[in-house]
């Protein structure tokens, strides 16, 4: 009598965890309420740019539980009226399996709130006055979503990535920030329990190469004092971020022949 069990299969396990490993003490380390990290450090970023050739230029983030694509268009002409600056058409889209439950399709209402503070997080770091009679289209595809500030952060972080792609000038390279704050401490890229906690969300959209904020989405409250010092710690957490953008250009631009490899 024959089983209906393949042995040539072994099946997974239908909830997966990944690996907590206990961070090595170090001598500058401080006290932290992370097992996994210190309170001021971040997820590890994967970033890639150059995915999407139908586009100008794209970009590829996974950042903690945020899976984001994105695509880029122009310049290309603008439609009348004449407008004597280039103007930035950003449009965010969720896949229907980026969340859970799954998202009903053309029926949620949060990417347009998305887009419009991705618009403010990006326009200070464009130079849209050398565009006249132009328009830059960004389209971004949330395929795993986790919550609004990191999608907000990572959503930033490969705009710009794929905006310096597409070769569009920019004043700097603008990245994104997340910050918790809580009664003992700050918490930088915070984590869905973590942000479930209470306290202040501070969601920043920073250029590091020239020490400047793009703007700034605060939830919660706070004190004057802890929301400057909330700031600072995001100011300092984006210039990892910015190296990690600075190497993914360089690595792109390498693989398709545009500079020579170091």
């Known amino acids: 009598m024959s089983t209906a069990f ?8 239908e909830v997966s965890q990944p690996p907590i490993f206990e961070p090595l003490p170090t001598a500058e380390a401080g006290p932290s309420k992370r097992v996994d990290r210190r309170d001021d450090g971040a997820r590890p970023i994967y970033l890639k740019t150059g995915l999407i050739s139908q586009a100008n230029g794209s970009g590829y983030i996974e950042s903690g539980g945020v899976k984001i694509a994105c695509s880029v268009y122009g310049p ?14 950003l449009e965010v889209k969720f896949a229907p399996f980026a969340s859970h439950p799954r998202r009903a399709p053309l029926r949620d209402t949060e990417p347009a709130a998305l887009s419009t503070l991705l618009t403010q997080l990006l326009l200070p770091s464009l130079h849209l006055h050398l565009l006249p009679k132009s328009s830059v289209d960004v389209y971004l595809l949330v395929l795993e979503s986790n919550t609004l500030p990191s999608v907000l952060s990572a959503g930033l972080t490969v705009a710009s990535a794929a905006i310096a792609d597409a070769g569009i000038a920019m004043g700097a390279l603008g990245v994104g920030a997340v910050v918790a704050g809580e009664k003992g401490g700050l918490l930088v890229d915070p984590t869905k329990e973590e942000e479930q906690q209470g306290g202040a969300i501070l969601t920043a959209g920073i250029m590091p190469a020239l020490n400047r904020v793009t703007n700034l989405w605060l939830t919660g409250e706070t004190d004057v004092d802890d929301a400057v010092k909330m700031m600072e710690q995001a100011v300092t957490a984006a210039k990892d971020t910015h190296t990690v953008l600075a190497q993914a250009l360089i690595d792109g631009a390498e693989e398709r022949g545009l500079v020579e490899a170091a």
Not at 6 to 13: K, L, S, Y
Not at 76 to 89: A, D, E, I
């Open 76 to 89: 290309r002409p603008k439609p009348p009226p004449y407008s004597p600056q280039g103007t930035l058409n």
């Open 6 to 13: 393949d042995r040539r299969r072994i099946p997974a396990p």
